[in-house]
């Protein structure tokens, strides 16, 4: 059987849990690539590659010079310039690709949802009805909320930012995921956040805020997912094994 080298665009559980399985596959290696933007990131088995690139010729050289022979973009639904590279460079070296995407997270009845296109709007949804915020939306991308000097914001992320944007007021709490039910809402309530402010980032992981939420009648201002690539789509671990395996072993 030829082997087949599968690379995996990683950052998510997801992709760490594809390689495990993907790793035990006769036949097959596996490489997971990271942007390297975590200091110190859970890592999958196989092999490891850190730090991007270099853009789509990058990634093209990458794919011809480490005879990969399949692509799955199981980046965050939210690396949107990771995902339209994977769908031009796959296009251009002609290997197969696939996206591994878990589903969004959708509006339950008694939720009290804003859906936002862009971090302006989120920033003009909350000029009203908003006083103390749950900013859970990661380090990088804080800059636009920190002009809003009459609220309050507890800024959440796995690592503190560098340098902190210039909030009035606010306070920075380090977590990482999975968070329960309990914990957020005691969180929530102990801050006496009336708003929270998240990427719609699917999974269950963080979903937990969003139950918290809605039990205790609080405002969500949810960020919508940007485009991607039209590629096939899977949601599942599983479909995606499968998929790698049916492109290992092409039907003739
Ligand atoms: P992005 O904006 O889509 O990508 C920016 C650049 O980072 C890309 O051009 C690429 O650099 C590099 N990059 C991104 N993902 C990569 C990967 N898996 N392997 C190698 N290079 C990668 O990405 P982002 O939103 O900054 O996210 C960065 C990483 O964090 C992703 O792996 C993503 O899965 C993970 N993550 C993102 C979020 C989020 O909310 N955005 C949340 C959780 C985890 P080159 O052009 O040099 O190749």
Redesign the pocket.
């Known amino acids: 059987m030829t082997k087949a080298t599968i690379l995996i665009?990683?950052?998510?559980q997801e992709?760490r849990e594809l390689a495990q399985v993907l790793a035990g596959q006769p036949a097959m290696n596996v490489i997971t690539?990271?942007?390297?933007?975590t200091a110190v990131p859970h890592l999958p088995p196989g092999r490891i590659v850190q730090?991007?690139?270099?853009?789509i010729d990058?990634?093209v050289d990458f794919i011809a010079d480490n005879h990969v022979t399949a692509l799955i973009d199981a980046?965050?639904p939210?690396?949107?310039?990771?995902?339209m590279?994977a769908g031009l460079a796959a296009d251009r070296a002609q290997v197969p690709l696939l996206r591994l995407e878990r589903p969004a997270w959708t509006r339950q009845p008694d939720d009290r949802w804003d859906e936002v296109d862009d971090w302006d709007q989120a920033v003009i949804a909350l000029k009203t009805n908003a006083q103390r915020i749950l900013l859970a939306i990661?380090r990088?991308e804080l800059a636009p909320f920190a002009g809003l000097d009459h609220l309050w914001f507890l800024i959440r992320s796995v690592e503190r930012p560098d340098p902190m944007p210039p909030f009035s007021q606010c306070e920075f709490l380090a977590a990482r995921g999975p968070f329960s039910v309990a914990d957020e809402t005691a969180l929530l309530r102990a801050h006496a956040i009336d708003t929270i402010v998240c990427?719609n980032?699917g999974g269950t992981a963080s979903a937990a805020k969003l139950v918290a939420a809605r039990e205790l009648g609080l405002r969500v201002v949810m960020l919508r997912r940007p485009a991607r690539p039209v590629t096939e789509t899977v949601t599942q671990i599983d479909q995606a094994v499968v998929w790698a395996i049916r492109v290992r072993s092409p039907a003739r």
């Not at 690539?33 to 933007?37: K, Q, T």
């Open positions: 665009l990683g950052g998510t992709a690539s990271l942007a390297g933007r730090g991007g690139f270099g853009g990058g990634l980046t965050h939210f690396a949107a310039r990771m995902g590279q990661g990088q990427k980032s």
